[in-house]
């Protein structure tokens, strides 16, 4: 009989889980360096960072001097002069000083790409701990199915047992009906665990860019704090979520100080050379100095926004450090849970084994019925069941404890990958070059990331 192809594919997955040797699995490290080298999203972020470098090498370049040309023609109906004049004028202007406030948007910029890191940070943690998940997540579906395989196996065998039985008349016939209902139950069951794995399947190949093959048995994870308090600190130290806050706040209060600083004159040497087709040709040079008296209450708003900005960001900040702190106590009680489930679990599977190995011998001697054999092959099942889903929740509660600290990063699991680096580009535009993609520098930035 040919299977259907998904259920092929499936049956071959369980196959590669459990006869594959260690040198062909996939370790979840494989899986984490796939996810962070394939993520669209990881290169969504690192694109608008590099929008957020341009920011400060646009307020850089504000300080600079402006050259430009200015072309024109007019018509003059003029008894002296009639005819078509044109002028191609050269102008220059640079700023000498407008009190500060393009020294003060420079900053605001700078905090925005310090804020715009952390954001790309945050991210990557996304990442990884969806590669975790994903991971554990087909590992406990290839499990749950190789399980239910060999629960429809059992029954399957129960049932043509029963039915001898019921041949030579030691059972009746209500002793099939439940060996038969108990084996479809076990193939829907199955049927189900398999849907599962195939949701399994997309979910990690989604996150990491390619389906599962045979996936090796989970690693020792990193080592954790010994006490919930640790972990609390090392979050308000060192999480990213934080730390975007902060300098998104910080940004914030230079933003105050930049709509007082509007206020304030500015001053501007100006240049220009006119040459013109039916005059003679005039050069200047000067200097000019303005400042707005009033302008419709415009400048006192743009004062009162930076307030009301600055008040949002420290409060956003506040409850950024409540949010992390409440996400470690969080997933730290998840791995408190996992593990008493896992004990618990392992005690449960021990009294089943017992139990079912006991009922079945039973069974034989005419002292338990069928339905007595078939339910206790049902708890030890269950209790395997149980034992594979807190197996994986244990894992993955001990990776979103990393995460919720601010330490689930490829630099930090020392993935074997390249790590990206934001200063690269950073440095490469931070004086607004004038050569754009031309510069040296900048060229060779583009080309090791590969934009050029």
Same mark, same amino acid.
């Given at each position: ?52 470098? +341009? ?16 072309a ?13 004049s ?59 199915v ?20 019921f ?6 016939r ?12 076990? *193939? ?29 048995t ?5 080592a954790?704090?010994?006490?919930l ?8 130290r ?38 013109? +087709?039916?005059?003679?040709? $005039?050069s ?19 004062? *009162? ?17 409540v949010?992390v ?36 011998? +039973? ?5 338990? $019925? ?64 004038? $050569? ?17």
């Amino acid at each position: 009989m040919r299977l259907p192809a998904s259920r092929a594919l499936i049956v071959a997955c369980i196959c590669a889980f459990g006869l594959s040797g260690p040198a062909r699995s996939e370790t979840l490290a494989d899986a984490l360096v796939s996810a962070y080298k394939n993520s669209n999203l990881i290169e969504q972020n690192r694109a608008v960072l590099r929008a957020a470098d +341009e920011d400060v090498a646009s307020a850089v370049a504000a300080l600079r001097p402006v050259l430009e040309w200015v072309a024109s023609a007019s018509h003059v109906d003029s008894p002296q002069n009639p005819g078509v004049s044109s002028t191609l004028a050269i102008q220059g202007r640079v700023l000498v000083t407008d009190f500060g406030r393009s020294k003060i948007n420079i900053d605001i910029a700078k905090e925005a790409v310090l804020a715009t890191r952390q954001a790309l940070v945050n991210v990557e943690q996304d990442v990884l701990l969806s590669a975790v998940s994903s991971y554990f997540g087909v590992r406990s579906a290839m499990e749950n199915v190789a399980i239910n395989q060999n629960s429809v196996r059992v029954l399957d065998e129960t049932l043509r047992a029963t039915q001898d039985q019921f041949d030579v008349g030691e059972v009746t016939r209500t002793d099939v009906a439940q060996a038969e209902a108990r084996l479809a139950a076990a *193939r829907a069951s199955l049927a189900a665990a398999e849907g599962q794995l195939a949701a399994a399947r997309e979910a990690y190949k989604a996150t990491t860019g390619q389906y599962p093959t045979a996936l090796a048995t989970a690693p020792t994870p990193p080592a954790l704090p010994r006490v919930l308090d640790d972990a609390r600190s090392i979050a308000q130290r060192s999480h990213p979520a934080i730390r975007q806050a902060q300098h998104q706040a910080a940004g914030a209060d230079l933003s105050v100080a930049f709509a007082v600083a509007q206020r304030l004159p500015v001053i501007n040497g100006t240049a220009g050379v006119n040459l013109n +087709e039916n005059s003679a040709n $005039t050069s200047s040079i000067g200097i000019e100095m303005r400042q707005t008296i009033y302008s419709g209450g415009a400048l006192s708003a743009v004062h *009162r926004k930076a307030i009301a900005n600055r008040d949002a960001a420290r409060s956003a900040l506040l409850q950024t450090s409540v949010i992390v702190t409440q996400n470690v106590g969080s997933s730290w009680a998840d791995i408190e849970v996992a593990r008493a489930q896992i004990t618990a679990t392992e005690r449960q599977i021990a009294a089943a084994t017992i139990a079912y190995d006991g009922v079945r011998e +039973e069974a034989k001697l005419g002292a338990r $019925t069928t339905l007595d054999v078939l339910d206790a092959e049902q708890a030890l099942l269950d209790a395997r069941s149980n034992r594979i889903t807190a197996e994986a929740n244990l894992q993955v509660a001990i990776y979103s404890l990393l995460s919720s600290m601010g330490l689930l990063t490829a630099e930090y699991l020392n993935l074997s990958v390249p790590i990206y680096d934001p200063e690269a580009y950073y440095n490469a535009v931070k004086s607004a070059p004038a $050569t754009s993609v031309q510069g040296e520098s900048l060229d060779r930035v583009l080309k090791a990331i590969g934009k050029n």
